[in-house]
């Protein structure tokens, strides 16, 4: 868990603006919590996509299960997403929208989750995720910054979200 306090709806709808929606036909959400975001995606996404959502944490999958129980769910590492990807019936995925706490990683875990993240995304694939301002001073936010530079040909930082405790920006990554 990244934050204490859900994210905004005004950060969940930069993270849903972000998406190239012209090209998108799967969604994964990694990470969802209560389902924050999710609302967002979902009013964008309509209902000829194929969305699903992965989340490692009991207690923010039952909230999630709560909010949005017809969204299908699996109680997993984001680690294991070539398997859900297998158990779902997808081979890849055209977005990945990630609530995941990058800066929280070790360089290990960094580096193993986006090379996960990498054998799911189709070859024009999209990855979306947010950070904290201060996160860009600690050298694991440096670090997935740098990670993020290195293994997509596009990466564009949003502007500050300043409705959202604490401010927040989006990256939006492009294979």
């Known amino acids: 868990i990244g934050s204490l306090v859900p994210s905004s709806r005004y950060l969940a709808r930069r993270m849903a603006d972000s998406v190239d929606w012209n090209t998108v036909q799967v969604v994964i959400e990694c990470g969802p919590g209560s389902g924050a975001v999710t609302g967002a995606l979902l009013q964008r996404m309509g209902s000829e996509r194929d969305f699903f959502a992965v989340e490692l944490n009991q207690q923010c999958a039952a909230a999630f299960k709560q909010n949005y129980p017809d969204v299908p769910l699996y109680r997993a590492s984001a680690a294991e997403l070539v398997e859900i990807c297998a158990l779902h019936g997808v081979k890849q995925v055209d977005c990945l929208v990630s609530g995941l706490p990058w800066a ?72």
Do not use: M
């Open 104 to 175: 929280n990683f070790s360089n290990k875990e960094q580096e193993h989750l986006l090379e996960v993240c990498l054998r799911v995304l189709s070859p024009d694939g999209q990855l979306i995720t947010f950070g904290y301002p201060h996160g860009l001073f600690l050298s694991s936010g440096k670090r997935f910054r740098r990670l993020l530079d290195s293994r997509f040909r596009k990466v564009i930082k949003s502007q500050l979200v300043w409705r959202n405790t604490p401010p927040a920006f989006v990256y939006h990554c492009r294979r």
